[in-house]
């Protein structure tokens, strides 16, 4: 009978090691989190000041295709492009960022499309809303309109 209560209070004693093991490496890995979390919040700070003064400096989009940057973003050293800007949309207001989205691909596109798109470069938007949101955005945003087939585009503006 000792020996069976020795094993179980060993037994016990493993088991209570492991928590704190378990513990002590889930509180590590959340300080990481953290470290991480504000790392991406100031480079986030970062880009979209600099990807504002860009489109302010261009008077559009960098990342539209008669852009500046035709559509690209450096990616190492120097000029080796790929296109279009992961995060372009980050922190944008929702109608900005459809009319750069609309302005990108230079033909029309469905509601779906708009969604992928503003997905694709990380609008700020949660996705559980994002659909709700594009589509009151398209209604109220100057300068889009709605063709005959259900796609959206931008309207020729006369300036």
Known sequence: MTTKKTQLGMFEEGMLDELAKADNELEIANDTLEMAEAKFDVAQLKYCAIRDAVTRFYGHSPYIREGKLKGRVPVGDGFAWREFGKFRFINMALGDAIVDALIEVEEPMTLLEIIQRLHDGHVSTKP???????NAALMRTKGIKKT???KYMMEDLPF
Do not use: I, N, P, Q
């Open 148 to 150: 005959e087939d259900g």
């Open 128 to 134: 559980e809303k994002l659909r709700r949101a594009v």
